[in-house]
T-cell receptor, first 114, second 114 residues
Framework: AQKITQTQPGMFVQEKEAVTLDCTYD???????LFWYKQPSSGEMIFLIY??????QNATEGRYSLNFQKARKSANLVISASQLGDSAMYFC???????????FGRGTSLIVHP | DAGVTQSPTHLIKTRGQQVTLRCSPK?????VSWYQQALGQGPQFIFQ???????QRGNFPDRFSGHQFPNYSSELNVNALLLGDSALYLC?????????????FGQGTRLTVV
């Protein structure tokens, strides 16, 4: 069975600072993909970044980077230079090789202070 | 280019009634997945449609059913509504049979059962 754990129910960060959102996962599959989504209060899930289990480089997309530590089974999201518009729920998700469907964690609420 | 669109955005139904939610996928996407997101939780997978067939199903009762049309749009039907069915229902679309890393979500339908 696959499992995603997000241990931080809420995080606070000052505008322009960096923040790390934690995600650990558990799977026995060798082939899997890890996703991060942002969900503002409007409800829409916005895709941020993807990391494949065989990717040697950490994924980066603009201000988002994924700190992938395979041996520790962690896939933390790093947001650099936080902006007020980054305030939202953030979800980590994993899809294993044999499935089309990602499993989501419970999410972390991020609040960016001016 | 319109993204994933869902209708209606909000809905109030009475316990025991039936409801139909609709989803139009992003242009070029052929795979549609439905999720239920209860308050304070991550999305839970309901089922996925590809080539007008239900390809994979999560742990939801038969009261939840769906359909995909030739134009790839999809419906989610829920019969005999329970109070516990109150949630945000999200539709996600993917291209290429859903095997890649790309998935786009709609803004969701917020269903309240009273």
């Amino acid at each position: 069975a696959q499992k995603i754990t997000q241990t931080q129910p809420g995080m606070f960060v000052q505008e322009k600072e960096a923040v790390t959102l934690d995600c650990t996962y558990d799977t026995s599959d060798q082939s899997y993909g890890l996703f991060w989504y942002k969900q503002p209060s409007s409800g829409e899930m916005i895709f941020l970044i993807y990391q494949g289990s065989y990717d040697e480089q950490n994924a980066t997309e603009g201000r988002y980077s994924l700190n992938f530590q395979k041996a520790r089974k962690s896939a933390n999201l790093v947001i650099s230079a936080s902006q007020l518009g980054d305030s939202a729920m953030y979800f980590c998700a994993m899809r294993t090789g044999g499935s089309y469907i990602p499993t989501f964690g419970r999410g972390t609420s991020l609040i960016v202070h001016p | 280019d319109a993204g994933v669109t869902q209708s209606p955005t909000h809905l109030i139904k009475t316990r025991g009634q039936q409801v139909t939610l609709r989803c139009s996928p992003k242009s070029g996407h052929d795979t549609v997945s439905w999720y239920q997101q209860a308050l304070g939780q991550g999305p839970q997978f309901i089922f996925q449609y590809y080539e007008e067939e239900e390809r994979q199903r999560g742990n939801f009762p038969d009261r939840f059913s769906g359909h995909q049309f030739p134009n790839y749009s999809s419906e989610l039907n829920v019969n005999a509504l329970l109070l516990g069915d109150s949630a945000l229902y999200l539709c996600a679309s993917s291209p290429g049979g859903g095997r890649g890393s790309e998935a786009f979500f709609g803004q969701g339908t917020r269903l309240t059962v009273v």
